[in-house]
T-cell receptor, first 114, second 107 residues
Framework: DAGVIQSPRHEVTEMGQEVTLRCKPI?????LFWYRQTMMRGLELLIY????????DSGMPEDRFSAKMPNASFSTLKIQPSEPRDSAVYFC????????????FGPGTRLLVL | AQRVTQPEKLLSVFKGAPVELKCNYS??????LFWYVQYSRQRLQLLLR??SRESIKGFTADLNKGETSFHLKKPFAQEEDSAMYYC?????????FGTGTRLQVFP
């Protein structure tokens, strides 16, 4: 298994543009998490899904951020419109059994908004 | 409120020196704590969890409920231990991470 797959690995965009980050969890995992990593705030949970259903999106910064999980093997995190303060590394992680098992992280997407 | 505090952003030691990465938590229930590690150009991965009472790569961490701490320790640091270390607290299905400590081990 290739583990959690994220694309793109790097994204550079201009302020105001739409950004879509993609994640493929480990096959068989039923929980998926989106995190944002910054120097100042460390690793913050944005949203997580159990069985494709969003359970807690309290970490989503504002309405510009949205996440979907249309099926068990794919999730997207969208930022529209993007702003320079959104620049960060975005990680996706997956786990078994609603997150009570070990979370396995993807390689991350490094986003730079100019 | 549930919170994880890692007071040191950077910890630098020489090879062979003891290491202690500090982690304090705030949690109203019975805590479940973890250490995750991110080596350069690698994915964030679980290092150890307190319920396992294990030693991984020479690291140990003991949960001290009285001091609400879960410090990560290693008696003799190695250069390959250089990485970013995150302490995390489980809150239902979520993990709450600290801001991380970068450990630099010099030769």
């Amino acid at each position: 298994d290739a583990g959690v797959i994220q694309s793109p690995r790097h994204e550079v965009t201009e302020m105001g543009q739409e950004v879509t980050l993609r994640c493929k969890p480990i096959s068989g995992h039923n929980s998926l998490f989106w995190y944002r990593q910054t120097m100042m705030r460390g690793l913050e949970l944005l949203i997580y899904f159990n069985n494709n259903v969003p359970i807690d999106d309290s970490g989503m910064p504002e309405d510009r951020f949205s996440a979907k999980m249309p099926n068990a093997s794919f999730s997207t995190l969208k930022i529209q419109p993007s702003e320079p303060r959104d620049s960060a590394v975005y990680f996706c992680a997956s786990s078994l059994m609603g997150g009570r098992e070990t979370q396995y992280f993807g390689p991350g997407t490094r986003l730079l908004v100019l | 409120a549930q919170r994880v505090t890692q007071p040191e952003k950077l910890l630098s030691v020489f090879k062979g020196a003891p290491v202690e990465l500090k982690c304090n938590y705030s949690y109203s229930g019975s805590p479940e704590l973890f250490w995750y590690v991110q080596y350069s150009r690698q994915r964030l991965q679980l290092l150890l969890r307190h319920i396992s009472r294990e030693s991984i790569k020479g690291f140990t961490a003991d949960l001290n409920k009285g001091e609400t701490s879960f410090h990560l320790k290693k008696p003799f640091a190695q250069e390959e231990d250089s990485a970013m270390y995150y302490c995390a607290l489980r809150n239902t299905d979520k993990l709450i991470f600290g801001t991380g400590t970068r450990l630099q081990v010099f030769p």
